[in-house]
């Protein structure tokens, strides 16, 4: 093993950099986006050979043509991602997302209408209050997690349900919010609306630059902290990072709490962000449906591999494919066959965990020194305890 | 010309980057008792998957009575006659031996169990071989003795006459090794032919015919074992002289560091307590061994000691100080080193680096961060020195995954770590549990350095040689309780071994502890 790296640092090291983590998920994400582009194609030669490659052209490239769409779009998911993988990287499945999301729209919301502030911060007031809201609802399936080990995918899917129905209903409930003959919520004040970014038609803001420093601070806490190595150690193995006397019901407890305040984020920014038009701004609509851009944040993480980094990244990709599928409905596309394409290739980026593995072992296997005999004893004796006609048996 | 009931001819197995077998030949006599020995990672599990169906051997055949046989999964070798005692059993606990007996091969009406056959036919196999087995009894309540008698009954069940033994003795007593010895010797006396999977010499030289040794992955050759020694076996098997005998001073025990008092913590798997208000000693600059049949509290114990789990009553203070209900972190800093019993699950981050890993115990501390940061540069120079002092070898030095290491070298890091790190008391359980003889031989030198240093060691360990070998007080624990304090210098391993089957106990001890 180690003459082997020794020799080859010479050239071009090909191995080294395939060895390395990221490289793999990248290429890992990379194989999962093209095979789900050509999934994506096939489904639309099956509903409109004649216009297929127009449309699909218009899938592939059309969100360039907008790219303040695709930035404003990408925010929201860049929050439910960071979310996700956040969490995920402690070895939490937050899923959440949408009822912390919901509950950050909420709050914002709240705050833009109840509480009346100077134009200079009151936006700011309102992002930092859909943040609390997103805590919140997070700290709350990490203290069941923490002191009493429910299940967190249990308990936030749950925190979906409630934080969606009652979000409806104090909705509703509220004069000031709340128009009932529209039924949706009332033209946020001006000073509540995020600062746009001056792109005409788009309702890009200031929230896509904050995301993105929120993605970077992220990446901070993980590599480079403290509280980034013990939450790490804890996602790889928490019997060892007890062992080591990390206090893991704190690290939980504060995982969650980081994570749901993400989401938060992102409701606020969605419900924050400037109309296009004067006067206007962006509504809710309290119709009971769970927000989907919770779950897309758990496309939005597998994609990235749960790399605040590479969250961006795949935030940005599925923003453009999303905004190239709409207008691919220039070309007749039904919306319902548009959102299936972008369905087929977020569903094809959950492989990409898979792949990661599989890319990952195909060019290790080819670096590996002949040193290393023990991992074939531990592949032998693991073969063994799979094996035949003892299979259901347990160990004792 | 000789009969050879199963043969292995030329067998190389490649996996990635590694020839696990090359060229290997293994010929097993019908009615012979055949040894495999080797140290870990010489490929001997690797063998015995092909033999087994597991894996497909690149080159190389195998016959069966001299004809050339296909063995492409476990049902084959079953049909073929062949059977194995894992190492680690494979029972259901929570049915009887009979119901483990049967499982797979049913024998039903209509869909309906027909079990008062089956339960015919495992008593009378059970009487003919002496295995005394109770088929009714439920394997949760059995010992692990008897376990293994069940795992065997089962081979014998399939009708299997090539039976694979995979170190069956690791977790026997001294006696139970002796009956397993004459069950084996009682197979081979019927006709039947055992592979015998060990490193332990003594079991050859009682019990085997012949012996076939592997050194990395290549075969050394087959002996006769009574043409051959201890010594010349372990010479083939590590390539070099191996010294049994731990060197070490008498010790001079100072003032005590670790006192523990009537500590008792429940069990949890069962109504009674796993620990029974145990106390001790271990003084400075001593070695005590907490010696004991797996599963008679000491996990338990040792869980309790470091603080993973909770005691029930009792106290534990560590150089004066009351650390019962202290934090990990806390007994951490008041001086307390933990080689863990599973390195994979407790003892390493498998998935982080090596040096990630060599600070785990001290990323916190002032020198490795400030203000939250990790300061790499101070955990790089760190691991750097460590990794020197302790010969750790790995593929790119500091930044390996140690998922990627031997299992040797990741025992070594855990060990450069504990022992390095500030400590009064440094608890090493089954600190050589899987590993070869080079490494255990290191690995006894730093325990005996660290004793010689001045630390208290409990060294927690199945190994009766280990415990003879390197300890200066050996504490005997039986059912949660310690039934004894034996001297290593005067006891034998005979006694040592009816301490732990329970047969005999320290009643002075007993009343003192009172």
Redesign the interface.
Known sequence: MRNNTVSSTGKFDFKRLSGNKGFSAFTAALLAIFLGLIFGFAVMVTASPENSLAGFQMVLLGGFRRIGDVLYFATPILMTGLAVGFAFKMGLFNIGASGQYTMGMFFALYAGFMWDLPASFHWGVCVLAGMAGGMLWGFIPGIFKALLNVNEVITSIMFNYIGMYLVDMLVQSNSAMYISSKTRTAYLPGSAQLPSLGIENSSLNISFIIGLAVALVLYVVLDKTTFGYELKATGHNKYAAAYAGMNGKRNIILTMVIAGGMAGLGGAFAILAPSTIEGSSMTYEPINIIAANGFNGIAVALLGNSSPIGIIFSALFISHIQRGGTLASLYGFKPEIIDVVIAVIIYFSAFAMLMNSAVGRFFKGRGRGPAQVEPAAAEGTAGLNKAGPVDEKKEV | MEEYIIEMLNITKE??????NDNITLQLKKGEIHALLGE??A?K??LM?IL????QAETGEIRLNGRPVKIN???D??SLGIGMV????????IFTVLE?II???EPSKAGFLQKAEAREKVLRLSEKYGLKVDPDAL?EKIS?GM?QRVEILKMLYRENDILIF?EPTAVLTPQEIEELMEIMRGFAREGKSILFITHKLNEIMAVADRCTVLW??RCKGTVAVRDTSKEELSEMMVGRQVTFKVGKKDSRPGEAVLSVKKVTIPSKTHKNNAVKAVSFEVRAGEIVCLAGIDGNGQTEFVAGL???ERLGSGSISLCGKNITRA??????KSGMS?I?EDRH????????TLE?NMV??R??EAGF?TA???RNAAVRSYSEKLIKQYDV????GPETVVR?????NQQKTIIAREIDKRHELLVAVQPTRGLDVGAIEYIHKQLVATRDAGKAVLLVSLELEEVMNVSDRILVMFEGEIVGELDPGSTTIQELGLYMSGAKRNTVKEIENA
């Open positions: 996996f990635p980057g590694i020839l696990a870990n990672g490929g599990s690797t998957s087994f169906g597991l894996y999964n476990p049902n070798a079953n894992h190492q680690h059993f494979k029972l259901v606990e483990n499982l797979g091969v394997i692990v376990q995979d990395k992955g470091t603080g993973l934090s990990i972190r806390n007994r951490s933990h863990p699950k407790y003892g390493l981050v498998l998935d982080y990630e785990i115990q990323y916190w961060q939250g940061f990790i070898r790995s593929g790119q990627s290491m031997s299992g040797g």
